[in-house]
């Protein structure tokens, strides 16, 4: 049953190309750094609000200006961050439809295989979700470090404000990186001609090192989360390897919700 639910399914390579890439990620990044921008210059936190927002579980708060301010941009910054990387996704979704003739199969997406890809998702969360714990658990002992995620900074001050964190670490966050990680950056190396091998049997497999490069990437893109990225360098070949397998995003995006939300689960508890 296991080798069936992750079997290899071939696929045409995507019609994307380098150049498509490159202006994804800028726009990604030109945007994100614009709103940041604006954040800051529209409410600069030179100091916190006179006034508390209307959340109920600030009504315990008696001193406004004890919270920190950090915490205080980390919350705007990550409601303002989970709307623009959808906005990112589906720009980048109609860029390449319209321009390189892409597909929702290209796209990574074919509802007659949901039933199937949630299974697959659910799965590998089961089987790799203690290894995944451990690793983190290892590193940041051994490199003396906590992992530290902005969202561990905002609960610990706005505990009102969950839902919004859990929106963004589980439905954002899996939505937009497995769309830009996995579907377009890891879509595009496996179309090279270097990403493919042929086997005995006359196939052509798709090599193991997009998957390790993307992977290493996207441990990059959260360097400043403590010790996290060793875990999530591991988590990444997981999910890339689910999508290599099926060249489908919703296998991944079920394990990566399936990681996030059980973390943000235990944040609370330990709350």
């Not at 961050?81 to 996704?89: D, P, R, W």
């Not at 439905?171 to 830009?180: I, N, R, T």
């Not at 042929?198 to 052509?204: D, P």
Request: charged share 10%; with cysteine.
């Amino acid at each position: 049953m296991a080798i069936t639910l992750f079997e290899y399914e071939p696929s045409r390579p995507v019609p994307w190309r380098g150049v498509d890439v490159l202006l994804i990620a800028l726009f990604s990044f030109v945007l994100q750094n614009f709103v940041v921008w604006l954040l800051v210059t529209i409410d600069p936190v030179t100091a916190p609000p006179a006034h508390p927002p209307a959340a109920p579980a600030l009504a315990h708060v008696s001193h406004w200006g004890e919270l920190s301010k950090s915490s205080y941009l980390n919350m705007k910054a990550m409601a303002a961050m989970a709307i623009v990387n959808l906005l990112v996704v589906a720009t980048a979704v109609a860029y390449l439809k319209g321009i390189r003739g892409a597909t929702w199969a290209d796209l990574g997406w074919r509802a007659d295989k949901a039933p199937q890809d949630i299974l697959r998702g659910v799965s590998m969360f089961a089987l790799i979700m203690i290894p995944i714990y451990t690793i983190n658990a290892l590193a940041s002992l051994i490199l003396g470090s906590e992992t530290h995620h902005p969202i561990v900074d905002v609960l610990s001050k706005y505990p009102g404000f969950f839902w919004l964190c859990f929106f963004s670490a589980v439905v954002a966050a899996p939505l937009s990186e497995e769309f830009l990680f996995r579907g377009v950056f890891q879509g595009w190396l496996e179309s090279l001609p270097t990403a493919r091998t042929i086997s005995a049997q006359g196939h052509s497999r798709p090599l193991f090192w997009p998957v390790t490069m993307t992977s290493f990437l996207f441990a990059l893109m959260h360097f400043n989360h403590g010790a996290a990225p060793v875990a999530l360098f591991f988590f990444s070949l997981a999910l890339g390897w689910l999508y290599q397998q099926t060249h489908r995003l919703l296998p991944s995006i079920v394990l990566h919700m399936s990681l996030n939300g059980t973390t943000m689960l235990m944040l609370l508890l330990a709350m």
